[in-house]
């Protein structure tokens, strides 16, 4: 194993180590940290080897953005110009295999160097910046990842994703971001295959975990599947799991045992983001055995903006959402478009509790929100779907706003089934089936 300070590392927070770490990772195997504050810029990981931080060694990224890598230093590096945000990375791996990060240090974005102005107009977020990096970890396309242990902290956009890579494990992350972050997203998982993630703890101020289809900037597209989510703590300001979007397909994932709480949404799935996107397919996903603690616990759509009459996205179907407990002030939806339904959606063995005073039906507020903007005040809320099945729902209203009025409202749903559910409101299937 090389210790950096062999190869002339400081580890002070002032020098820049970048030139002894990248020597460290050239010279071959594990890149060993002892305790220190190590100030770099991009690190480019090789096959057979890796970073190892001892508790107490913190890898902190540069505030000099000539200290990090050009935008187009790969072909599959990508840059989001309506995000304020650059293809420079903090550590990148591109086609490499056997590729470790371990230990019980720290990973620092830094990204009060990058974007840490208040926000004129709203105080939940920071000021957009002039330039900041992008994903503070970024692997692409490698075969057997191993993120183990480490505690990421303080991004300037998303912490860690996965584009293309296979055979991923990644267990005990802690990953801790600022909640007024634009993009701060925990862990994102694009066309990768085989992916474990386990007894991870996420505070985030975007999405905690991501499952996208976003293939078209790959050299070997492939979809995303063949991923397990497993025993984590999610907390965000926006989404503790999102589903969707890119040109792709993700299917055949399970998550279980999860805890989710103080967040905007649990749960949601999206196909088509925007309408500049072709749209990613969404099947054979299974998710079980979650605690919510969210104003939203399921968003399930094939539109962004909700319900269109063209059949816009690519489908969404055979998703199912077994024992789920939790407390909700808003109602879930689940909609798709005419001639691209939502289908074979299956809910059961579910137990909300329906707090606050629901929603309120104001069709240029929701629009602007991306929800369906003829939404109903109800527990579920459907549309343009086919074969949803709820089987021992159980809803409880927590006090009598007017706002909250049934608890399934269906429209343009055929073969809508409740079996052995508790709705508590009259009129608990509303509206037009079929």
């Known amino acids: 194993m090389n210790n950096v300070k062999d190869f002339g590392a400081a ?10 770490i990248q020597k460290a990772i050239d010279a071959g195997g594990m890149v060993f940290f002892p305790p220190g504050v190590y100030l770099s810029g991009t690190l480019y990981l090789k096959s057979n080897g890796g970073l190892e931080l001892a508790p107490g060694a913190i890898l902190k990224a540069s505030p000099d953005r000539t200290d990090y890598n050009a935008d187009d230093f790969c072909p599959q590096n990508r840059v989001f110009a309506m995000e304020k945000v ?43 910046p002039e330039w900041r990096p992008g994903q503070m970890i970024f692997l ?49 998982i694009d066309c990768c ?30 979809p995303c599947e063949y991923v397990t989510i497993t025993n984590c703590l999610l907390h ?10 890119g040109n792709g397909l993700v299917r055949f994932c399970t998550i279980s045992n999860i805890i989710i709480h103080h967040s905007r949404t649990a749960i949601c799935f999206v196909s088509q983001y925007s309408e500049r996107s072709e ?16 104003e939203r616990a399921i968003v399930v759509k094939t539109h962004n903006l909700g319900p269109q009459d063209q059949p816009l996205g690519k489908p969404i179907r055979r998703i199912s959402f077994n024992h789920l407990r939790g407390t909700v002030t808003r109602g879930s939806y689940i909609t798709g478009n005419r001639g691209n339904p ?24 929701d629009r602007k929100k991306y929800i369906p903007v003829e939404y109903h005040p109800s527990a579920f809320y459907l549309e343009n779907t086919e074969r949803v099945r709820f089987d021992r729902v159980g809803i409880q209203w927590q006090n009598d706003s007017p706002n909250w009025k049934y608890g399934v409202s269906a429209v343009y749903s055929p073969d809508t089934e409740t079996t052995c559910c508790r709705f508590g409101k009259p009129n608990s299937i509303h509206g037009k089936v079929s």
Not at 11 to 20: E, F, M
């Open 236 to 245: 965000t300001r926006c989404n503790a799991f999102r589903i969707g979007v």
């Open 279 to 294: 749209g990613v397919g969404i099947e054979d996903i299974s998710m079980s055995n979650l605690i919510i603690e969210a």
């Open 11 to 20: 580890g002070d927070g002032v020098t820049r180590d970048t030139t002894a």
């Open 140 to 188: 692409c396309e490698c075969e057997n990842v191993t993120l183990t242990d480490v505690e990421l902290y303080n991004t300037p956009y998303w912490t860690c994703f996965l584009h293309g890579c296979e055979h991923v494990n990644i267990r005990g992350l802690r990953i801790y971001n600022d909640q007024r972050t634009h993009n701060g997203d925990g862990i994102d």
């Open 342 to 365: 939502v289908c074979d959606v299956t809910l059961a063995d579910v137990e909300l509790v329906c707090a606050g005073e629901g929603d309120h039906l104001n069709a240029g507020e």
């Open 193 to 222: 295959r085989f992916v474990t993630v386990s007894d991870c703890i996420i505070d985030s101020g975007d999405d905690c975990i991501t499952l996208r289809g976003y293939s078209a900037p790959l050299k070997n597209p492939k």
């Open 86 to 128: 650059s293809g420079a990375h903090f550590i990148t791996a591109v086609e490499q295999h056997n590729i470790v990060i371990r230990g019980g240090g720290r990973i620092d974005g830094h990204r009060e160097a990058f974007m840490n102005e208040p926000h004129p107009q709203y105080d939940h977020v920071f000021q957009w």
